[in-house]
């Protein structure tokens, strides 16, 4: 939440109170009627009355929006407590390693990887292009095993799943002359 939204929902909420105060006395006859009946004809008499309601209309669907808005910044990471502080690593960290555990196999060509955040740990989604006359279930597992063993060793953040695509066959390019 940005520091405008702060600002703005602190606003909201003193003002929100007070029209709250004043529901809440108006059954126990506090404000006299005369004064209520005082304040609505004002409300009737003045149309730029009407411009504090629309700031409040304007105001509560920027909060609305922006309470409902996915907020990216808290997912990209995890978060883990220390001893001495916090300490968050992004995303980007655990496709960099997951990258140069696969990048450590024989025979694959490229990678891909995907990370997704659970309360759990992390998944790991890895999308291959491997050489021809490679055993697939064999380097798949070697792959899994890599990159869960190197991220858990290197983060100390569980990888709760290891998910690898075998997305094609690459032909050799080597050409002999």
Do not use: H
């Amino acid at each position: 939440m940005s520091i405008l939204d702060r600002i703005l929902l602190t606003i909201y909420m003193i003002l929100m109170i007070l029209l709250s105060v004043f529901i809440i006395v108006i059954p126990f006859k506090v404000i006299p009627i005369q004064d209520i009946n005082y304040i609505v004809g004002q409300l009737y008499s003045n149309w730029y009355y009407c411009l504090f309601g629309i700031v409040l209309l304007l105001i509560s669907i920027k909060l609305l929006v922006s309470g409902v808005k996915n907020n990216n910044d808290q997912k990209r990471g995890i978060i883990k407590v220390m001893e001495f502080g916090d300490m968050k690593i992004s995303v980007d960290t655990f496709e960099s390693l997951a990258l140069k555990a696969t990048k450590q196999i024989s025979g694959i060509r490229d990678v891909q990887i995907r990370v997704n955040i659970c309360e759990s740990g992390v998944i790991i989604k890895a999308k291959l292009l491997v050489l021809p006359d490679i055993n697939i279930p064999k380097m798949v597992n070697e792959v899994q095993e890599k990159i869960k063993n190197y991220i858990e060793s290197i983060t100390e953040i569980s990888v709760v799943e290891v998910k690898v695509d075998v997305d094609n066959l690459t032909l050799s390019t080597v050409r002999v002359e």
